[in-house]
């Protein structure tokens, strides 16, 4: 069974600064790995759609990559700004049968002034 | 104007009754997921169907249950026999059939309160 780890939990920094995100995962056998924002008390946004075959996706500030052999994405926010501040979630798609996204837990990010 | 809504934002109910989340969307996708989220444990898939009058238990599914009559529609009821129903659900979909690389949408949840 596919299992997602994101570090770290939880991180604050300084408004200004480059960051990076982690995402792991067990089983490499995946269509495609997608990165989502979620505000307090809000659904899911997506950020970034990384399909099997592709190593990076960009939007913007935003960059993911993707190492199926090393199980791995980063998610780097380049300047980052208080707006980003938010939960960000990483959610893998198997492959093998039905479509069912697993999700890690996420990592809570705070970006002060 | 495209999306998914999910109704009511807040949800209030006493212990022991049934309730139903309502899920609706006009993407035209074929698959649909209920997740649950709590505090500190990521998201908890409840039930999925990937296409109409055809659903499957998720990781989570003991008092909950589901139906796909329409293919706009995927309302989730929280049993009785649900026993920590307090929680945050999201719905989501997908473009789903072939199309394994089309991206999940959510919509902005609803929080249920069970006292």
Not at chain 1, 71 to 82: C, E, F, K, M, V
Not at chain 2, 7 to 14: A, C, G, N
Request: proline residues 5%; hydrophobic residues 30%; aromatic residues 10%.
């Amino acid at each position: 069974k596919q299992e997602v780890t994101q570090i770290p939990a939880a991180l604050s920094v300084p408004e200004g600064e480059n960051l990076v995100l982690n995402c792991s995962f067990t089983d490499s056998a995946i269509y495609n790995l997608q990165w989502f924002r979620q505000d307090p008390g809000k659904g899911l946004t997506s950020l970034l759609l990384i399909q099997s075959s592709q190593r990076e996706q960009t939007s913007g500030r935003l960059n993911a990559s993707l190492d199926k052999s090393s199980g791995r994405s980063t998610l780097y926010i380049a300047a980052s700004q208080p707006g980003d501040s938010a939960t960000y979630l990483c959610a893998l798609g198997s492959s093998g049968g039905s479509y069912i996204p697993t999700f890690g837990r996420g990592t809570s990010l705070i970006v002060h002034p | 104007d495209g999306g998914i809504t999910q109704s009511p934002k807040y949800l209030f109910r006493k212990e022991g009754q049934n309730v139903t989340l309502s899920c609706e969307q006009n993407l035209n996708h074929d698959a649909m997921y209920w997740y649950r989220q709590d505090p500190g444990q990521g998201l908890r898939l409840i039930y999925y169907s990937q296409i109409v009058n055809d659903f499957q238990k998720g990781d989570i599914a003991e008092g909950y249950s589901v139906s796909r009559e329409k293919k706009e529609s995927f309302p989730l009821t929280v049993t009785s026999a649900q026993k920590n129903p307090t929680a945050f659900y999201l719905c989501a979909t997908r473009l789903g059939g072939v199309s394994y690389n089309s991206p999940l949408h959510f919509g902005n949840g609803t929080r249920l309160t069970v006292t």
